[in-house]
């Protein structure tokens, strides 16, 4: 099975100023079909999971440019070029190129 | 708008059974291969299973810790699908969110407690 790790598990980032998020994965995400199947959620507090990344880079309808996403094979990254209060939250990767589908840890995003 | 509705959660004894449902609305749904996913309490997101379109065969697969145990199925009549929770652990306990296939849309969840 795809393992994902999530690095830090925590940070607390104050208002204005980037994060970055790594997910890195046992198994290369790439698959035969040339798409690279790597996702990003948040989780803000007491609500579910929204998509804010599909394959690796690009952003989902109505997700703000501060949010990009980057890597390849096994190494991939979620910036947040500016953060915001409402950034709050935890983040999660997810894989979808191999079965059983899996989640990174999450990393908890605090504003200050 | 695109709508997830699950419904069934509820407090169950170890051992016991459960079906979950997972309304949806807004898109179509006899097309989607759909997905459920938990979360324990204070814990991460763990995937539990997918069913494919019945245009695709309608097949399911299990995380390891649930197959055997849990059954995904779908009506396509009814715009619903469902997960039916036997042998009920304790560690069983979280809630339960129906997703599209990639995530792009979550239900609200519903919360399944395991407890004697």
């Known amino acids: 099975d795809v393992v994902l790790t999530q690095t830090p598990l925590a940070l607390s980032v104050t208002p204005g100023q980037p994060a970055s998020i790594s997910c890195k994965s046992t198994q290369s995400l790439l698959h035969r079909d040339g798409k690279t199947y790597l996702y990003w959620y948040l989780q803000k507090p007491g609500q579910s999971p929204q998509l804010l990344i599909y394959?690796?880079?690009n952003r989902f309808s109505g997700v703000s440019d501060r949010f990009s996403g980057s890597g390849s094979g096994t190494d991939f990254t979620l910036k947040i070029s500016r953060v915001e209060p409402e950034d709050a939250g935890v983040y999660h990767c997810m894989q979808s190129v191999q079965l059983p589908r899996s989640f990174g840890q999450g990393t908890k995003l605090e504003i200050k | 708008e695109v709508q997830l509705v699950e419904s069934g959660g509820g407090l169950v004894r170890p051992g016991g059974s459960l079906r979950l449902s997972c309304a949806a609305s807004g898109f179509t749904f006899k097309n989607a291969w759909m997905s459920w996913v938990r979360q324990a309490p204070g814990k991460g997101l763990e995937w539990v299973g997918r069913?494919?379109?019945?245009?695709?065969?309608?097949?399911?697969y299990y995380a390891a810790p649930v197959k055997g145990r849990f059954t995904i199925s779908r009506d396509d009549s009814k715009d619903t699908m469902y997960l039916q929770l036997n042998s009920l652990r304790i560690e069983d306990t979280a809630v339960y969110y129906c997703?599209?296939?990639?995530?792009?849309?979550w239900g609200q969840g519903t919360l399944v407690t395991v407890s004697s």
């Open positions: 069913i494919k379109s019945e245009t695709d065969g309608g097949t399911t």
């Open positions: 997703t599209t296939i990639q995530g792009d849309y």
């Open positions: 394959e690796v880079s």
